[in-house]
């Protein structure tokens, strides 16, 4: 999926990309990216309760899961990244890395403190689960919250990235953890 220039407002959800029907196989050939929004396209909603299968499985891409560049006030939240549905097995992972923030501000919600539901899965990627890259114009405001990193669904099996959980270059005012579980 490739959102671009000032494409606003748009919900991504209960999508398989990279996985078969029902997220619990591998597609087959890889897509290079899985999600892509970029060029100010900005408020949009990847995934949402897992309760109303409002959750993506994105895995198995090529290169990255979910790569959000130039564009701001994105929420991340329900999904598996970088593991099949469930959570508890991989069969093909992103790449290069789960979600990857470049040059943008407030992605305010990559999991959320007050919703189990709305909790990210990132684990079994290639490098890390969660990069994120100001280095030309710095990503602000960025909060990661109540998401496991490196585990299974139960938050107790270790399927850990190959990279860091977490990875961050020029990135003010960005909280980690706190409220929520990381």
């Not at 606003?8 to 990309?17: M, Y």
């Not at 130039?70 to 549905?85: E, H, K, Q, V």
């Given at each position: 999926i490739h959102i671009t220039t000032g494409a606003?407002?748009?919900?991504?959800?209960?999508?398989?990309?990279g996985a078969g029907l029902g997220g619990a196989t591998l597609a087959g050939p890889s897509n290079a990216v899985g999600i892509q929004i970029m060029n100010g396209s900005d408020f949009n909603a990847i995934g949402g309760d897992r309760a109303?299968?409002?959750?993506?499985?994105?895995?198995?891409n090529a290169t990255i899961g979910v790569q959000i560049n130039?564009?701001?006030?994105?929420?991340?939240?329900?999904?598996?990244?970088?593991?099949?549905?469930?959570g508890a097995t991989y069969g093909g992972p992103n790449q290069i890395v789960g979600i990857y923030l470049e040059n943008g501000a407030d992605n305010t919600a990559i999991g959320d403190p007050s919703a189990v539901g709305f909790m990210n899965l990132i684990s079994a990627n290639m490098g890390d689960g969660i990069s994120l890259d100001g280095s030309s114009t710095a990503v602000a405001g960025t909060v990661i919250q109540n998401n496991f990193i490196g585990t299974d669904d139960s938050g107790l099996g270790n399927i850990g990235n190959s990279g860091n959980g977490i990875y961050g270059v020029d990135c003010p005012n960005t909280i980690i953890g706190g409220a929520g579980i990381n």
């Open positions: 606003h407002d748009n919900f991504i959800q209960g999508n398989e990309i109303n299968i409002e959750q993506n499985v994105i895995t198995g130039n564009s701001d006030n994105t929420i991340i939240g329900g999904n598996y990244i970088g593991t099949l549905d469930g």
